[in-house]
């Protein structure tokens, strides 16, 4: 029986990887991404599924799954991004496809805001992102912060050859493990729209 890592952990580092002929090239190919849970390294995997043409066109719009896969290839969570010109959204489901909850961009000017919501559309966060720290996104419920978003530095060479982006999730003080997992979800969103294309 696979162990749930949502259960304890206190922080997630997410860390996108690239390989070198798509970093010579600038040919991207469909991202993948490593999950350490407390520092302990690739305890999950991510990959995208399809994209193909719509990368090219759309960018970090298009529609795109994300599976999330245990070490040995079996299925964690899936996250789906259907099209949205704008309040793109992601939808967090099990491996047997119960939906866990959904994350929502809000349409906001000048900040950015993001609602997240369980699988009866209760409201359960909101996140903000900060206007003096744009790589900070403050997780948010009844105006007490839960939980934090961080994009980290990656180091000169990366920033400035690739888009390969690293971000930390500190749960704090969000305990539930599904919560946790839209939450994730809610990462994912925040860097195919903000970050994917240098934003």
């Given at each position: 029986?696979?162990?749930?890592?949502f259960?304890?952990?206190g922080?997630?580092?997410?860390s996108?990887?690239?390989?070198?002929?798509?970093?010579?090239?600038?040919?991207?190919?469909?991202?993948?991404?490593?999950?350490?849970?407390?520092?302990?390294?690739?305890?999950?995997?991510?990959?995208?599924?399809?994209?193909g043409w719509?990368?090219?066109?759309?960018?970090?719009?298009?529609?795109?799954?994300?599976?999330?896969?245990?070490?040995?290839?079996?299925?964690?969570?899936?996250?789906?991004a259907p099209?949205?010109?704008?309040?793109?959204e992601?939808?967090?489901?099990?491996?047997?496809?119960?939906?866990?909850?959904?994350?929502?961009?809000?349409?906001?000017?000048?900040?950015?805001?993001?609602d997240v919501?369980?699988?009866n559309?209760r409201?359960?966060?909101?996140?903000?992102?900060?206007?003096?720290?744009?790589?900070?996104?403050?997780?948010r419920?009844?105006?007490?912060?839960?939980?934090?978003?961080?994009?980290?530095?990656?180091?000169?060479?990366k920033e400035?050859?690739?888009?390969a982006?690293r971000?930390?999730?500190?749960?704090?003080?969000?305990?539930?493990?599904?919560?946790?997992?839209i939450?994730?979800?809610a990462?994912?969103?925040i860097d195919?729209?903000?970050?994917?294309?240098?934003?």
């Amino acid at each position: 029986m696979q162990t749930d890592l949502f259960d304890g952990s206190g922080t997630v580092s997410v860390s996108q990887t690239r390989e070198w002929l798509e970093i010579f090239t600038g040919f991207e190919q469909r991202n993948r991404f490593s999950l350490d849970f407390d520092g302990k390294p690739g305890a999950l995997h991510v990959a995208e599924e399809g994209s193909g043409w719509t990368r090219f066109f759309l960018g970090g719009m298009r529609p795109y799954t994300l599976v999330v896969l245990h070490k040995d290839g079996k299925l964690a969570l899936r996250l789906h991004a259907p099209f949205r010109f704008i309040h793109r959204e992601i939808f967090v489901d099990t491996a047997n496809r119960q939906r866990l909850g959904r994350v929502r961009k809000r349409f906001t000017f000048p900040h950015t805001r993001y609602d997240v919501y369980d699988p009866n559309d209760r409201h359960l966060f909101e996140v903000a992102r900060g206007f003096v720290k744009p790589w900070t996104f403050t997780i948010r419920r009844d105006g007490r912060d839960l939980a934090v978003v961080t994009k980290r530095w990656g180091g000169f060479g990366k920033e400035m050859f690739t888009d390969a982006d690293r971000f930390q999730l500190q749960f704090q003080e969000v305990r539930d493990p599904n919560e946790r997992k839209i939450l994730l979800g809610a990462l994912f969103l925040i860097d195919f729209a903000h970050f994917e294309q240098g934003d």
